[in-house]
């Protein structure tokens, strides 16, 4: 449940960021507010899409066999996990900028009075979080065990809603204690390891259709130290992968994880290093 809470608190704070900015924008002058209407016809085309894709999933999976279900969980699992990095690193590229290319974009259609544009720009921004959110959710299930049905499952997707709301509420403060930088920095963190959890579930699925060999298993067992089955190992192994008796391809898979996710992490770090040094080393040229 704390993943499903966790996803949606997340999301959304992304999402209302992007509302936000193009509303506050919107509101600045007389003729941005012609927009509004558009802006809230677009947020609620993103949201029709994310629930069209959720019933689409939902309907696949219903249409399979016990065992084709199995493949379709294990496979959304993995892409759940492909999306999470995606998200992360596409956040780390353009965090800086989210602001000025909504904006931009934003302008773009205000000028030349194309208000379908604004709706097409801000549906597609929250039909992207929202489906997200829907893959997210859905892997996450799909690799846990899912055992609080779906009452349960919808007051902790309700639960995440309202933190978001009252996250963003303090950011928006702009104390310096919680700042967006540090706010993205942390889930960011968070992500990864849900990302990792993701793997190694849809890994254990995969395990479970003798498709991925053990090689051995278990390679060791902590059940003694730290049980996955409740508690802070539980927590442990919803949202960080682990496993209290693991089998040696999931130790492997586990490490080239994170081996890749820290190269590639580096990699964007030392890009945008450079660009910024190229635009620091113009503007002293220029002056």
């Keep these: 449940m704390e993943q499903v809470s966790f996803i ?26 012609r927009g509004l209407p558009y802006l809230w016809g677009g947020v609620a085309a993103g949201l029709a899409l994310a629930g069209a894709l959720a019933l689409v999933l939902l309907g696949v999976s219903s249409w399979l066999s016990d065992e084709g279900q199995e493949w379709f969980q294990a496979g959304m699992a993995l892409v759940a996990c492909a999306l999470v990095v995606q998200m992360v690193l596409w956040m780390k590229k353009h965090g800086r900028t989210l602001k000025r290319e909504l904006e931009t974009g934003a302008r773009d259609s205000v000028s030349n009075d194309n208000w379908w544009g604004l709706l097409v720009l801000v549906m597609i921004a929250v039909a992207r979080e ?19 049905g779906t009452l349960m499952l919808a007051l902790a997707g309700l639960g995440g809603f309202i933190a978001a709301l009252l996250t963003f509420w303090l950011l928006q403060l702009g104390g310096k204690l919680i700042t967006w930088r540090r706010f993205f920095a942390l889930t960011e963190f968070l992500l990864l390891l849900l990302a990792g959890s993701l793997l ?15 090689i051995i298993d278990p390679v060791w067992d902590t059940s003694w130290l730290l049980s996955d089955s409740g508690g802070l190992g539980k927590v442990l192994a919803d949202f960080g992968g682990y496993r209290a008796m693991p089998a040696l391809i999931s130790v492997l898979v586990f490490a080239v994880y994170w081996v890749g996710v820290w190269l590639t992490l580096r990699m964007v770090d030392a890009k945008a290093a450079r660009v910024q040094a190229q635009k620091t080393q113009a503007v002293k040229q220029a002056g």
Excluded: Q
């Design 8 to 33: 949606v608190w997340r999301e959304s704070v992304e999402a209302l960021l992007v509302v936000g900015i193009l509303y506050t924008w919107l509101r600045a002058s007389p003729e941005g507010r």
């Design 130 to 148: 929202g489906s997200e959110t829907v893959v997210f959710l859905y892997g996450t299930v799909s690799a846990g065990d899912a055992n609080g």
């Design 200 to 214: 190694i579930g849809g890994l254990d699925r995969l395990i479970s259709l003798d498709v991925v060999p053990t």
